[in-house]
């Protein structure tokens, strides 16, 4: 299937770009949900995302079991993906990570709210989860559904998550919009900390975020997600597509 | 005309210079003034400045109008740019960014001013054009030359403004000088953010300021300006000029 | 012998881990305890860790004594390793550096603690060593076994301690995890320094650093420590092992 | 003459290194005193530190004038070597810049000092010297010797002292001490902003400081200076020296 094969291609370049943009190490992953069973997704095997090729791509059912292991190992957190497929039609991609800027407001109890045009994706406020909650001391990864879905129900109707001394979770109606918005969450994190040391500030509006969000989703092809995504895939040396 | 390649040939590597010194990512945009028809401007078709080539770039009226586009999409915010022209005779360069230093400054209300002598073209004190107090709830972008035009009444006589939750614009008398306001002014949102850790400081004086940049405006051949556009040329991977 | 071979090559390419993760740079040595020989540990002779080769690797005695010089100079605070290997036979690996962000904690009595699942590692708290404390004003280095002692009683139980003014040492079981628990003292301690900003923060409680760590532990071959070895061999050019 | 081609070589590779290390960029210069005529010293042409040549390299009187032009142009700040020089035979080195860090202790009044042992050439407390205390308004620039001398009084009988709104200069017995200096005073800077993030600090007491810096200058060839020297040059791209 060119068109299965396309999106592997396309999950591929957002490991390496996740890993590039430095929103990923040697932890973290990226999911799409499979184009064709909805009940589906695809996901690499448990590997550092910079180093993951087509090869490691697996597929699994919304409850995380592999449909084709062949003796490849799936991520522990799988039903991050899975919860979020399950509870969402309309989340394509989920990015989960750790990226620097997000932990200081999954701990601190300071609203994460939007700074600039550019981050308006991520949502009036992001909500936090803390595995504390509901199940006590635990390891604080994500192992099972039932975690899985009580952060789910976190996420709401919002597009991300943080998850208190973990990281935080990005969902989007594609994988070039869950990839901008794991990195502009990471940009709007470290903005909003920095600026913070002055004081009270002028967040964007209710309003403004739905104007800007959606004139992203009315963009031409070549515009919004897609100008980013071509301009990260060159930064983290991405050959051209094919044909 | 040898000497509109030569502009052109510059224009490309302000664009490459701006991203390799983190002043642009895959937004944000630099012009130049035709040099024959003050009337027009060049500036790249709509592309992450990375990536601009010669065959990129464009030629607008001041009011936006592409006069050769031949299928390429202009940037949606040339009005910044036509607008600035239009109210300022001297202005032969503009650059507008995002640049992450410059964001705090544009919603805590906290007021940018020189730090050090480096960085005395952005003027006194750097003002702040917020969309919302004459177009309320807007997608935060300079979308027609009405907003153009108010923006450029916030630079009035001085080299630079902020854009609340959104960036800046830079202007110089030249690519040169525009290029290197632009990375200073970065710069300097860096250094004062941080200095004003421990309270209150001592900027440049109005005196000071003038005598940097009358010095600035006279250097010789090599010096000033030059010598660090050569800088950040090399930097930037880019070649020495022809002949 | 092919087991210690090995070792060495894993010892090398600590090295140059530690120094392309920042850990490191012109001063800092990772050393292994001898895997026959529970009385001596290997180490490089006095060398910028980058540029540590295999046949850099002297052995010594848990007293410092070299057993093999050859004309090589060893590093002046090898004692900081083996007090530590003489007081913990669980240890295998020791790492001493100059890490950036654990300096502020060793100086500010701010007490450094995990603030994300991936730096249990370095326990509930981390202990700081001041040599003022007892042998008064020195030049700070551990430059004896007295000293090396003093210091080993800081550490206690734990896997670090921060020495005032200086850095910290860090312990493991093997190799592996040194480097991990180096690399993410770091980055809990720039975490952290940039989540007190915001005030009173939630640390991992005790609960959940030994669940975490728990697992860590029992991690299956090519998860947990293997998976971020091996991401960070990739990124400081370590080609894969022979084999 | 070797010595002198072999010093020359050195005053290239610490113009690199300086570059490399982010403590100089476009503006900065560092220069050497002449080994056989005390009265003259050595410095490139007015040019960015990273693209200077041996061919680069001009002599001075300590007045500043230039003893073999040929067209070369000289570094307008040059008063700045020539002073230092002239006041305080022991200086071999001066380097002048602009490095990011020190900028925010020039300006606010907190006195910049060592916060660890490697950073303890910087001295026990570095001077501030203001232009306008002597001079009033002018560009910042010390462009003559009375500037010069004006500077070198702050100086006094320390290694370095700070500009206000302007940068830092640096002096050392050797290249290699006062380009040492140079990067640690920068890291010094940097780490002390962070830790007085959490209040009173514990700096290095004057006894640790005699005691450090008397180890470093008693080193045995390879060790202190010499070891950091060899990893910026390889951190520079810089071969390895010849025969």
Redesign the interface.
């Known amino acids: 299937m060119a068109d299965l094969d396309a999106l592997i291609e396309d999950l591929v370049a957002a490991n390496r770009i996740l890993a590039n943009e430095n929103v990923v190490?040697?932890?973290g992953h990226v999911s799409v949900r499979h184009p064709v069973d909805a009940g589906r997704y695809l996901m690499s095997r448990?590997?550092?995302p910079?180093?993951v090729e087509s090869a490691d791509i697996m597929e699994f059912t919304l409850e995380g079991a592999p449909c084709n292991a062949d003796g490849r190992?799936p991520y522990?957190e799988r039903f991050i993906h899975g919860a979020l497929y399950e509870a969402r039609p309309d989340i394509q991609c989920v990015v989960h990570n750790?990226s620097?800027?997000v932990?200081?407001?999954g701990?601190?109890?300071?609203k994460l709210r939007?700074?600039?045009?550019?981050c308006a994706t991520i949502g009036h406020e992001v909500p936090v989860w803390?595995a504390?909650d509901a199940f006590?001391?635990?390891?604080?990864?994500i192992s099972d559904m039932l975690m899985g879905r009580d952060f789910a129900r976190v996420v709401g109707n919002g597009t991300c998550a943080l998850m208190?001394?973990?990281?935080c979770t990005v969902t989007g109606k594609s994988i070039r919009e869950a990839v901008y918005t794991a990195i502009y969450l990471e940009?709007n994190a470290?903005?909003q900390?920095?600026?913070?040391?002055?004081?009270?500030?002028?967040?964007?509006?209710p309003?403004?975020i739905?104007?800007?969000n959606?004139?992203l989703g009315q963009a031409?092809p070549?515009?919004g997600y897609d100008?980013?995504w071509?301009?990260?895939r060159?930064?983290a040396g991405i050959a051209s597509k094919r044909g």
Chains 1, 2, 3, 4 share one sequence.
Not at 107 to 110: N, R, Y
Not at 136 to 141: P, R, S, Y
Not at 197 to 203: A, C
């Open positions: 190490d040697a932890f448990a590997k550092s910079e180093l190992k522990l750790h620097r800027s932990i200081p407001f701990i601190s109890g300071e939007p700074v600039m045009h550019s803390d504390q006590g001391d635990t390891d604080l990864l208190r001394g973990h990281g940009l470290e903005l900390w920095k600026a913070s040391h002055f004081g009270k500030l002028k967040f964007l509006s309003g403004e739905e104007k800007i959606s004139r031409r070549g515009e100008r980013s071509e301009y990260w060159r930064r």
